[in-house]
């Protein structure tokens, strides 16, 4: 009994010492795949016109600059 009682007590310091804070900024895939219509991006390649303006990425699409700002897309792939 005392030798299952030291085990226990192993798996969980063990288990306590080895545990990672969560940090969502560590967690996040740090990747953002958009999809457009074709009405949005009329050209035949798909390609998106875009520039950087205050280190963030500008597209001309209100919808998608609102979320370049919100969440700091700072460049494409």
């Known amino acids: 009994m005392k030798k ?12 306590v010492a080895f545990a990672v804070k969560f940090d969502p900024y560590w967690f996040q ?4 795949i958009g999809c ?3 009405k949005t991006i009329p ?3 798909g390609r998106l016109d875009y520039s950087i303006q205050n280190g963030v990425v500008h597209t001309g699409l209100e919808s998608f600059d609102a979320l370049a700002v919100e969440y700091q897309i700072v460049q494409t792939a």
């Open 29 to 32: 895939s740090r990747t953002i």
């Open 36 to 38: 457009f219509t074709e």
């Open 43 to 45: 050209n035949i390649d």
């Open 4 to 15: 299952l009682m030291i085990i226990f007590m192993l798996i969980i310091v063990s288990t």
